[in-house]
């Protein structure tokens, strides 16, 4: 079992462990944001480079430093390895500029962006981007294509992690997408239109790090902080049916699948429980589903619904938190 010091916090990890899975086992600020990388989805990862890291020594036996800067989804723990992530003002240096090419093409429309509010480019936006953009070209626009009628895809948004393409070549029977041209150019292949048969397609929105790929049931319904998540089940012969229901009210705006700390897929479900289950009677509610303190989702305090009112959980006022004043927030 190699041992691997990360920003000073020493971990001991099963061989092969990459630095990001080390990371993610220690926890706290000291994990690398990661836009590509999915744990689920086979060779995943080394595409958008949010997650480099400074290896500051590369192992017991070979003690010299990487001369570069590592992609920390893709760079296998070795016994007696440093790293440094926060603790790096190299490495967080080059993480503004990775966000400063993230968005030399994604437009800034968060205002409209069903994502908005579970985006992990706004987030990344937030801590490392800069205000300013220095990009003076012309940045490629596409109309937003309908990929089946549950799907919308915003190619403008991209930022070709390629999680789409992995999970249809992996959740579905045929290999029939993937990104055409090179480059600039380069974009997600309207192939993927065929995937939306499957049982699974409509999995690659929740894969979506951005708002490029959307729910059409849910678009432009409601800002996603004014719902209240739900954790859900129901007796499904095709996937688990264990859902979150996003919910205002009693409608069911939403259904997506549990995902889990890092913001992953617990179980992948079906375009059924997905899509056509929208009544509360479809499911067994089991409560509110917890959302990090961090997200903009839990600023509806969610995590407080416990009364359940013919099976609904409802919003409990008694513990909405008293609103701090200003000189108590600085
Ligand atoms: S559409 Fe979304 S999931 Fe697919 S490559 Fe683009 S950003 Fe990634
Ligand atoms: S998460 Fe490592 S390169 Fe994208």
Excluded at 230 to 247: D, E, F, P, S, Y
């Amino acid at each position: 079992m190699p041992k691997v010091i990360i920003d000073g916090f020493e971990i001991e990890v099963p061989a092969g462990t990459t630095i990001l899975n080390a990371a993610r086992q220690i926890g706290g600020d000291l994990v690398p944001p990661a836009m590509c990388y999915y744990s689920k989805l086979k060779d995943s990862g080394g595409k958008c480079r949010t997650c480099l890291v400074k290896v500051t020594k590369g192992s017991n036996t070979d003690p010299r430093p990487m001369p570069k800067l590592v992609a920390s989804c893709r760079t296998v723990v070795a016994d007696g390895m440093e790293v440094a992530n926060i603790t790096s003002p190299e490495v967080l240096d080059a993480r503004k500029g990775v966000v400063e090419f993230l968005l030399i093409n994604h437009p800034l429309d968060c205002p409209v962006c069903d994502q908005a509010g579970e985006c992990d480019l706004q987030d990344l936006a937030f801590e490392h981007g800069s205000p300013k953009t220095r990009y003076e070209f012309e940045r490629r626009t596409f109309e937003p294509i309908d990929i089946g009628d549950k799907i919308k895809l915003h190619m403008n948004r991209c930022i070709m992690c390629f999680r789409c393409v992995f999970l249809a070549d992996q959740l579905t029977p045929e290999r029939l997408h993937g990104i055409m041209n090179r480059g600039d150019h380069a974009e997600i292949s309207t192939y993927i239109e065929k995937a939306v048969d499957n049982d699974f397609s409509g999995n690659m929105i929740d894969v979506c790090p951005v708002g490029a790929l959307t729910d059409r049931t849910f678009r432009f319904t409601s800002r996603v902080w004014f719902t209240n998540p739900v954790l859900a089940h129901r007796q499904c012969n095709t996937c688990c049916g264990k859902t979150i229901l996003w919910m205002k009210g009693d409608e069911v705006l939403r259904v997506s699948a549990r995902t889990t700390f890092y913001g992953e897929v617990e179980e992948f479900i079906c375009n059924t429980c997905r899509f056509e289950k929208k009544n509360a009677a479809d499911w067994i509610m089991e409560g509110p589903a917890d959302i990090s303190r961090h997200s903009v989702i839990a600023q509806n305090h969610s995590h407080t619904m416990q009364v359940l009112k013919n099976g609904v959980p409802q919003y409990d006022d008694s513990q909405k938190p008293t609103p701090k004043v200003k000189s108590e927030i600085e």
